[in-house]
């Protein structure tokens, strides 16, 4: 006579990431991609597992039309189904680059058992390695990193006025090697790096 295996089902509840997981989000400055590079950053921060994609608007990256966030929108959707992902990567409305951080400071204040740490690439900054590896533990406050922020300029860089408007905002500089990248290249390259360094 066959065996007869029985299975019990129950009920599936809520699927809840992991509490020591960290939600990334990418801002960068793409109004100043040519071609279909702004496509090719969406599709890899989506496939890579970006929370968010928010286009900043700055002195050297001035826009993002209606027709290029739909379509960043359809190709986030299309990552999902190809990756098999639970989650599509949120397409958000273009904003201010100080307008988001603004944004990002309401959040924080918001939490008391977490907090939001933004990272943005320059050249003279230390390694992004070395400054991760202080993120792994909860800060000295007990919060834990629950948002990371990869946070990156356009073609030519901020201005001196918004890199030092950033400082004052206390984001965390840091530095990606002796290469110069592309923007789309640096903001997949630091996200890349966030996931596997947090995760």
Known sequence: QPARVLVEVGEVGEVVAPVTSTAWH????????????????????????AATLTPVLTARSQRVGAKERERYERIAVSVMKQSLQAWKMDVCAPCGLFEYLDGLDAGRAASATSTTRVFVGAESAGGFGEVLCAFREPSVDGRRVEKAVVL??????????????????GVTPVGLGARRLRTETAAVVMLSAGIVALE
């Not at 279909?36 to 890899?44: A, C, I, Q, T």
């Not at 990156?152 to 905002?169: H, I, N, S, Y």
């Open 26 to 49: 990418v801002a960068v400055a793409c109004g100043s991609l040519k071609g279909s590079r702004g496509d090719w950053l969406v599709e890899k921060c989506a496939e890579i597992g």
């Open 152 to 169: 990156v300029g356009p073609e030519g860089d901020f201005t001196p006025e918004e890199l030092e408007g950033l400082l004052a905002r």
